[in-house]
């Protein structure tokens, strides 16, 4: 008797917070705005992006406004983990450890992780580094998987530092100050901060290939209605196109 009050209180309280969100219309999504072309300020300092034009539709679609928090990166997973957001949509990698943490969502984009190092670098791969220097060190934003798989390859296995920042930005600019040797990052913004900074180039062979989802957690009410309206926008071809609209066919 007791395990069934416990139950029936506990879906009164998921219902409870799903009228709640119904009736309030909007959902709080937290991100990193600092990732273009995923996540970025626009015309206006409006945040736009892949993530938040495709969350956008989602909301929309679902009949919901849509808030958005401005954090960083870091804070995402806890942030959702505690309630305090309904939703991160971030450039955010599908990793085991991470779905220990929270709920993903199917997955709308694949990224691909690669190095940036100085135009002059000679070197083809972060492994040329060690076997010239015996050493190396890196620059990745925190917490994102260039952070986690760069720590895994080359700080546990004594081959070399990793330096985290707040920001992909400032991982770049400390490898223009000759803080780092390279810095680890996905693609689409890595071309981005190479564009903008003279003296840099991306190293040919990706670093990692991965998987981007919507983190929720994991009593979320509104997951299953979320995660189905994306699936029929990815099939209807809104999802594409707003990819498309960030990255164009080169």
Avoid: H
Avoid at 98 to 127: H, L, N
């Amino acid at each position: 008797m007791k395990k069934f009050f416990a139950m029936l209180i506990a879906a009164i309280m998921i219902l409870s917070a799903f009228a709640a969100l119904a009736e309030n219309g909007t959902l709080k999504l937290c991100t990193n705005v600092a990732f273009p072309p995923y996540e970025f300020y626009g015309e206006g300092d409006e945040p736009t992006g892949i993530d938040i034009e495709i969350a956008k539709a989602i909301c929309a679609k679902l009949g919901y406004d849509l808030e958005i928090v401005d954090i960083e990166f870091a804070q995402c997973i806890p942030g959702v983990q505690s309630g305090k957001y309904d939703f991160s949509a971030a450039g955010m990698t599908v990793t085991e450890e991470r779905k220990e943490m929270v709920q993903f969502t199917d997955t709308y984009a694949t990224g691909i992780q690669v190095v940036i190092v100085p135009e002059a670098c000679e070197f083809e791969s972060i492994d040329d580094f060690v076997e010239a220097n015996g050493t190396v060190k890196i620059g990745a934003q925190m917490a994102t998987t260039g952070d986690l798989y760069t720590t895994w390859d080359y700080e546990d296995e004594g081959k070399g530092t990793v330096d985290r920042y707040a920001t992909g930005a400032a991982a770049v600019q400390a490898l223009l100050a000759g803080k780092v040797d390279c810095v680890v990052i996905d693609n689409e913004p890595a071309k981005n901060f190479v564009a903008q900074n003279e003296g840099l180039k991306i190293l040919e062979s990706a670093y990692a290939v991965e998987d981007y989802a919507m983190a929720f957690p994991k009593d979320s009410a509104i997951y299953a209605d979320f995660n189905a309206a994306l699936a029929e926008l990815i099939a209807d071809g809104t999802v594409q196109g707003i990819i498309d609209q960030f990255i164009p066919a080169e």
